[in-house]
């Protein structure tokens, strides 16, 4: 119930900015044309392998969507402003656990960017891009759960982030570290398997590709289901850490301001 309360505030907020969110919509479709222009003028001369010129596309086309779930969210999970402002030793205070209290209000913001975000610049893409659409309804089932865990691998970075901020005042810095790893190494600007072998095997043992590489790869029939055994892996992990965070935080809170 709580769950569903939280949520559904976070979503009814979003809904006061709708006109002002559809700028972001068009600026992240304009992105997504502009990347795909560049990888369609790449395979006038390179086959792309098992991607082809209209794969590289969906793959592409898809990624640019799935950022409005699995990437686009709230720095710290508000928790460095918390910190700022003192707030964060009522938060710890509370009767619910402070990580699933952000999560509950995280999941709806997700929700409301796939409604307003994913769902529009995917309908756009499908129009007037080659895009593939998966036939089966597996295929969709399966990338629904895919897209699912990557918003929540998201939402456990983020609240790891903003819980550096209790030992070093803020945390912002971390989120734009974090931000550049995941485009390079979670497969958004490239397929890993085209990264030089260095970065690739770092992105294979990190939870990155389980963001943007494994949903697409899912959506667009060319991995298994049994490639969310690794999210489920990293979802185990980074809750585990999240948890063990958040102990630390009860025993020692220093804020700046409050």
Not at 80 to 86: D, N, Y
Not at 133 to 160: E, F, H
């Amino acid at each position: 119930m709580l769950f569903y309360v939280l949520s559904r505030k976070t979503y009814a907020r979003n809904l006061q900015y709708r006109g002002a969110h559809m700028v972001h919509n068009i600026a992240s479709a304009l992105f997504g044309f502009i990347y795909t222009s560049i990888w369609t003028a790449i395979a006038a001369d390179q086959p792309l392998g098992e991607y082809g010129s209209a794969g590289i596309v969906s793959y592409v086309a898809f990624n640019q969507c799935s950022l409005w779930v699995a990437a686009f969210m709230t720095n710290g999970l508000g928790i460095e402003q918390s910190v700022r402002t003192g707030s964060i030793a009522l938060e710890l205070m509370r009767p619910v656990h402070l990580f699933y209290q952000l999560m509950c209000k995280e999941w709806g913001q997700v929700a409301y960017q796939f409604v307003y975000k994913f769902i529009p610049i995917y309908a756009l893409y499908a129009v007037v891009l080659p895009m593939y659409i998966p036939k089966s309804l597996m295929t969709w089932l399966t990338t629904a759960v895919a897209l699912i865990l990557a918003g929540y691998l998201s939402i456990c970075i983020n609240y790891i982030i903003g819980a550096v901020a209790l030992w070093t005042t803020e945390s912002r810095w971390l989120y734009w570290v974090n931000h550049a790893f995941s485009m390079l190494l979670s497969g958004f600007l490239i397929p890993l398997e085209w990264l030089p072998e260095p970065l690739a095997f770092i992105a294979r043992w990190s939870f990155y590709p389980f963001l943007h590489y494994v949903p697409t790869r899912i959506y667009l029939g060319m991995s298994s289901p049994l490639s969310l055994l690794g999210s489920l892996a990293w979802a185990v992990i980074l809750t585990a850490i999240c948890l063990g965070l958040t102990s630390l935080m009860r025993r020692k809170v220093e804020v700046q301001g409050g």
